[in-house]
């Protein structure tokens, strides 16, 4: 197989929706690697010491960690162990590899200094044990970087998320909620701003979706038709077709302007699509 080849496979795009299960730099939609690669920029600047990488996919992001001169030592954990391969193979120098279950962490009590865990918990079946496990493993002044998509812009009022990936997704409140079980809360960050007619649209969609579904249930096949005909000139109108990024790596310059922003001035901001906390250990 080649490198093209095994890139491909391991993003494993969904053919329905386009949607990748994971980011490969240099693949993966270049808007999209860079936010990605912003959020590892930001959790790095707060890494010291054993930094463990929960979910770390193809290794990227733990190649950015490992730059810092403030960690002693980083530990690349996934369940994918083809993943991890061709992590080993592209950025293995300075990186532990592990595979297993973020469930059940291979790692005694207060061993890890920082964990750092983004767009991976909406993927695992019990997000509270992989909590209650983060905080086992992480010692009393250790710090948590974690973060998991929006609901309200990524899933809003649908009881599934869109993603074919994703297990569940959280609003705002409830992920803070769902976190402060097992660790303090210090920070709340948000990255990728939009206006609240963002959340919106997505909600009239899901509201149009649903009547659609509920009028062809019925029987009522020409309303229904005609409901879909006037979403889509809605949708033209709203949601003019768009030149896909370039696949190809982010320069410095587009991580620097994806990086997360705090919270605290989200009413100028807009709704984020990804929640970002960062948390210490109840017991710290």
């Not at 959790?43 to 463990?52: E, P, Q, V």
């Not at 990227?60 to 162990?81: C, E, H, K, P």
């Not at 590899?97 to 061993?111: C, H, I, R």
């Not at 984020?272 to 710290?284: D, F, H, K, M, N």
């Amino acid at each position: 197989m080649s490198p093209d080849d095994e890139a491909d496979a391991l993003m494993n795009v969904n053919p329905s929706c386009g949607i990748p299960e994971r980011i490969v730099p240099g693949r993966t939609d270049r808007a999209e690697t860079a936010d990605h690669m912003a959020r590892y920029d930001f959790a790095a600047t707060r890494a010291h010491g054993a930094t463990l990488d929960l979910g770390s996919g193809v290794g990227y992001g733990a190649s950015q960690i490992a730059t810092m001169q403030s960690v002693d030592l980083v530990i690349a954990f996934d369940i994918s162990s083809d993943a991890l391969a061709f992590a080993k193979g592209s950025y293995g120098e300075t990186i532990s590899f592990v595979t297993g279950d973020a469930g059940k962490l291979p790692f005694s009590e207060d061993s890890i200094d920082s964990i750092v865990c983004l767009e991976a918990i909406e993927h695992v079946p019990d997000a509270n044990s992989v909590l209650e496990e983060m905080a086992r493993v992480l010692r009393p002044e250790g710090l948590l970087v974690i973060s998991t998509p929006n609901k309200w812009a990524t899933s809003p009022l649908s009881r599934r998320p869109l993603n074919p990936y994703h297990v569940r997704e959280w609003y705002p409140g409830r992920f803070k909620k769902l976190v402060s079980r097992y660790f303090v809360v210090e920070e709340v960050l948000g990255q990728s701003w939009h206006s609240v007619g963002f959340t919106w649209r997505g909600l009239r969609w899901r509201m149009r979706s649903r009547t659609k579904a509920v009028l062809t249930h019925l029987g009522l096949l020409g309303i229904a038709q005609k409901l879909r005909r006037s979403e889509r000139r809605r949708g033209a109108r709203q949601h003019p077709r768009k030149v896909p990024s370039t696949i190809d790596v982010p320069t410095q310059e587009e991580v620097l302007a994806a990086w997360p922003k705090s919270w605290t001035s989200s009413k100028t901001q807009g709704i984020p699509v990804t929640v970002i906390l960062v948390a210490r250990p109840l017991r710290s």
